[in-house]
């Protein structure tokens, strides 16, 4: 043999053995899942993404990996979102709200009293509808894969107690980066300013804003009763949050893997709406040991609320589409005939 074999031999075995141990290589490294989230991880947005990390790394047989990323640290919702969609990050979760500007159906959830009770948002988010809506985000680069629950959301402010509907005059509230959530806080009165979760916090600390919304639960784990005296059990509407795969991952992913994530997200799903309204049932007590207080609203100034809101919906119903909107009435009134 001579010497030019003998280096052409080595080459090859040497070549071989590295393609060898690439495809090894890639076959023991999980695969790697970045998943952002808003709230802070001591939060029932934290507990449910471990439930869900926990439950990918199982059913996969550790082949893929969960990496949770809170607090806003990937950026809030919107940023996530893009990310998802140009396959910079593989998932997240987060408000269906913040959602709107890139799928239109989803501003069906941000209608206010639209849903009663935790069955209706169950029946209605799990049934069609909530199916449908969720289908929609696949032409815009996003897989839908269950709905959270953000809950009930309720008022805060720093200013004043707010027990009727005037008392919202020249409260610069904070709302989500979402129209109809403007609109229904302009129309109330209020002085309602757009703004990211992740700015939030800061902003009522810095007095930029003297209130906002959200349910018990968020209101507790981002300690929002540390710069806020008052809340108002308002229940203007039921927020969901929603799990969201990159269509561009997804797409490169087996069936089995597809599966894996599918049935994680609903164990999470269910983990989490359990979460949630376990603590949501004890949040109001401690909030007011935190030093909050709390006024409910009479039922005739929820009516006034609800009243003063109803123009909102054509104009959600005409964003949406009025099929959906009437399909949505209809599953609803099947949902509450239902014992
Ligand atoms: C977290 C947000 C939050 C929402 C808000 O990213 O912005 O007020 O309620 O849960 O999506």
Request: hydrophobic share 40%.
């Amino acid at each position: 043999m001579n010497q030019f074999r003998r280096t052409l031999l080595a080459l090859t075995a040497a070549s071989l053995a590295f393609g060898a141990s690439l495809a090894q290589a890639q076959d023991i490294k999980p695969r790697l899942i970045r998943f952002g989230y808003g709230l802070a991880e001591a939060s029932n947005q934290g507990r449910a993404t471990k439930v869900l990390a926990e439950n990918v790394e199982k059913l996969s047989g550790g082949k893929m990996k969960l990496r949770a990323i809170g607090g806003a640290a990937l950026g809030p919702d919107t940023q996530m979102q893009q990310a998802l969609i140009g396959g910079a990050q593989e998932m997240m979760v987060g408000s269906t709200a913040t959602l709107v500007g890139i799928t239109k159906e989803m501003a069906l959830w941000d209608t206010p009293f639209l849903i009663n009770n935790t069955k209706e948002a169950d029946a209605l988010l799990d049934g069609p509808i909530g199916d449908k809506v969720k289908a929609k985000l696949e032409e815009k680069g996003l897989v839908g894969l269950v709905y959270w629950e953000n809950g009930f959301r309720n008022l805060t402010n720093n200013k004043k107690p707010v027990a009727k509907l005037e008392d919202l005059d020249g409260i610069k509230l904070r709302v989500m980066q979402n129209a109809v959530y403007l609109d229904s806080f302009k129309t109330l009165g209020a002085n309602a300013i757009p703004l990211p979760y992740s700015e939030l916090f800061t902003a009522l600390e810095t007095k930029a804003v003297d209130g906002q919304e959200n349910p018990y639960n968020t209101i507790l784990s981002a300690k929002f009763y540390e710069v806020q005296k008052y809340l108002t059990v308002t229940n203007h509407v039921y927020a969901p949050w929603i799990v969201l795969v990159s269509k561009k991952y997804w797409d490169g992913l087996s069936k089995d893997e597809r599966a894996v994530l599918q049935k994680a997200a609903a164990i999470s799903r269910d983990f989490e709406r359990k979460d949630t309204r376990e603590e949501a049932s004890k949040a109001l007590g401690e909030l007011k040991a935190k030093g909050m207080q709390v006024t409910e609203l009479s039922a005739a100034e929820t009516g006034r609320m609800r009243d003063k809101l109803t123009h909102i919906n054509a104009g959600i119903a005409t964003n949406v589409g009025m099929e959906l909107w009437n399909e949505t009435q209809a599953e609803l009134a099947k949902i509450r005939a239902k014992k």
